[in-house]
């Protein structure tokens, strides 16, 4: 079974600082997906960024970038700075071939960003 | 935006009752799954739909069911609602059973 674990139910940042959110997984399946997502108040899951297991280097989106250590079995994200707009729940989820197709989530963080 | 539609938007239900949520996949999708998100967790995957069968489960009892359109649309049906089943209801549709999900605003149903 795979499992997304996020240490950090909350953080503060000032505004303009950089941030890392942690995630681990756990799982046997050596082809598999990372994803980011952001959940603002309203609900909807907004899509970040995105690591596969064989990709040989980190994504980078605008901001965003996933600090992926496959033998550690960590995919972090870091936001470079922050902006007040930043501030929402995040979750990591992983899919894995051969799973049930769905994504596995993690419980989340909840990001506040102060000015 | 992400061009994934789910209506209605709030839901009050007893009980009992039975619920039927909708879901428009993104143009060009034919990939629709479904996940609840119960207060303060991560979503839970609740069931996978392909091209008009249902192609992955997660840990769901059988009155959660559901159905995909041949316009890729869905529905999530849920049977002899429970106090448990509040939740906000997220569809996500993807291009092929692997491919990226893209999720729409959910639903929010209470059961009281």
């Known amino acids: 079974a795979q499992k997304i674990t996020q240490t950090q139910p909350g953080m503060f940042v000032q505004e303009k600082e950089a941030v890392t959110l942690d995630c681990t997984y756990d799982t046997s399946d050596p082809s598999y997906g990372l994803f980011w997502y952001k959940q603002p108040s309203s609900g909807e899951m907004i899509f970040l960024i995105y690591?596969?297991?064989?990709?040989?280097q980190n994504a980078t989106e605008g901001r965003y970038s996933l600090n992926f250590q496959k033998a550690r079995k960590s995919a972090n994200l870091v936001i470079s700075a922050s902006q007040l707009g930043d501030s929402a729940m995040y979750f990591c989820?992983?899919?894995?071939?051969?799973?049930?197709?769905?994504?596995?989530f993690g419980k989340g963080t909840h990001l506040i960003i102060q000015p | 935006e992400t061009g994934v539609t789910q209506s209605p938007t709030h839901l009050i239900k007893t009980r009992g009752q039975q619920v039927t949520l909708r879901c428009s996949s993104q143009s060009g999708h034919n990939t629709v799954s479904w996940y609840q998100q119960a207060l303060g967790q991560g979503p839970q995957f609740i069931f996978q739909?392909?091209?008009?069968?249902?192609?992955g489960r997660g840990n769901f009892p059988p009155r959660f069911s559901g159905l995909q359109f041949p316009n890729y649309s869905s529905e999530l049906n849920v049977n002899a609602l429970e106090l448990d089943d509040s939740a906000l209801y997220l569809c996500?549709?993807?291009?092929?059973?692997?491919?990226?999900?893209?999720f729409g605003p959910g639903t929010r149903l209470t059961v009281l």
């Open positions: 739909y392909y091209r008009e069968e249902e192609n």
């Open positions: 690591q596969g297991s064989y990709d040989q």
């Open positions: 996500a549709s993807s291009l092929g059973q692997g491919g990226w999900q893209f």
């Open positions: 989820a992983m899919w894995v071939r051969g799973g049930a197709d769905g994504l596995t």
